[in-house]
């Protein structure tokens, strides 16, 4: 048992003060991004938070350049494009495909200019992979009180409009004969999503952050009809992919090309997949009705 | 000013302008509590604007339109047209009522057992307890249709309007709705309006019909308001209608348009 034991989990992964933060960083990330992600399936707007995020790289990558720590730069920018997503128009996401896809070419060309002009700088090397891809294991334990405060505040805000956004999310015209404004719900869900969307950069990337608040949500939604279930499922799923990758980026230290290790984006991101697979081939497992 | 206890809805005079076109002109009638109602009329009579006008969407140009004094919950309960969910939306039925009664409080729900007991009890009185732990948008339009009335009804409202609920519904399910609401009415004491472009399928249930055209309406019985002098007069034209077995067709009469208005099977109606 000791033996399998550590073979799964090669030495030092529980004792290493590195690994802890990253375990708690991205716990916390993963929970927030799962919750929201949810109701980012529910409304079909996996393409808006794949443009909050796109946006959101570029303040990352502008903080660079003044010399701010990165997530403040992904948050102030990714509520700015939920802003401009609203103002847009995207509540009614699955008509404005290219309002979104505007914001989100906007956004990469920003970042790209961004880290060209941060990568002549000696101070800001590796720019480049940490926005867009990540750096899980180097973020510092003591981002971990704003995290929590910026991911405990989004959730807040999702457990305030819970009611009002199931039901704008299952039919505009229901909500609005209750009085519901579906353009106040709409945007307070916007915010979350975009506080959502700059902790999920922080952590595993700009690029890869749509797969987290998307991805274990999907997977939940395969799993269950219940929506308060589907939270539950998505954030133990959520757990799951963020830990198992952080688990296989310390073991890959021990796999070729030796003593560099994998990144731990790709890990999460591929524990991410692989949940959306096993969830569909559950769904879709032979003698079960309907 | 509301109502007492034995009116669902007064309609006061009430005239609509919308870009110099009046949509409404001067529509008065009220509506007993435990009765069903047709709204009948074709497309562009003014039946969606009416609607709008009542749930308070639409301020009337001139007139009032009186509701219920309900103290804490809704006075209304609605059941919008052409309603079609997402097949993947993960959401029951049951879920769905829920929301019915209290989906416009913020805060997450707790579980409650009062609430999970009237969820229960209004799924039982539409006949939908069998589907409404299935998800609501792989139900059969029918089977849609009961889970959108319990949501409507969930919340204990005095009067419910359902706007051209049989548009998408075959005859046997159509039938079926029908005699629900009628059933709806009279045990739950609610003034039910329904919207119909064609009343045949109402009118073995309905109590009273209001018959708009051109935004003028005449409302009573079906023997008093379907009638060729009455619909004449409202219609501006001369109109006749024709009894066979136990349904009515309503015919423009008059020389070269002589187009039977009904019946008349349109889609889209806005």
New interface residues.
Partial sequence: MGAVLRAIVEPGFFASPVVRAAVELGGAVTVVAALVGVFTV?RGQSFAAEAVGDIGASGGSSAFLVGAGPLAGFVAFSAAAATVLELIGVQRARGRDVATGIVLGLGFGLTALFLYLASSRESASGATATILFGSIFAIPATALPLVLLLGGTAVLLL??????L??V???P????????SARLVGFAYLLALATAVALAAETIGAILSTALVVGPAASA?RL????AR?LLAAALIGLACTWGGLLLAWDSYYWPPLHHGWPASFFIVALVVLSYLLAGAWTHRPGRG? | MSLGGDVGLRVQDVTVELGGRRVLDEVRFELPAGTLTGLIGSNGAGKTTLMRVILGQLSPTRGAVLLPDVAGHRAVGYVPQKFLLDPDMPVRGRDLVALGLDGHRLGFPLPNRERRRRVAEILRAVGAEAVADERVGRLSGGEQQRILIAHALVSRPRLLLLDEPLANLDLRSAREVVDLLARVAREQRVAVLISAHEMNALLPAMDRVIYLADGRAACGTAEEVVRPDVLSRLYGHRVEVIRVGGRVLVIAGDSDDAEPSHPHHHDGAF
């Fill in positions: 529910l457990a305030v409009i819970y009611r009002p199931l039901l999310s299952i039919s015209e229901l909500a609005a004969a209750r009085g519901i939604l269950t009809s219940r929506p589907a309907r």
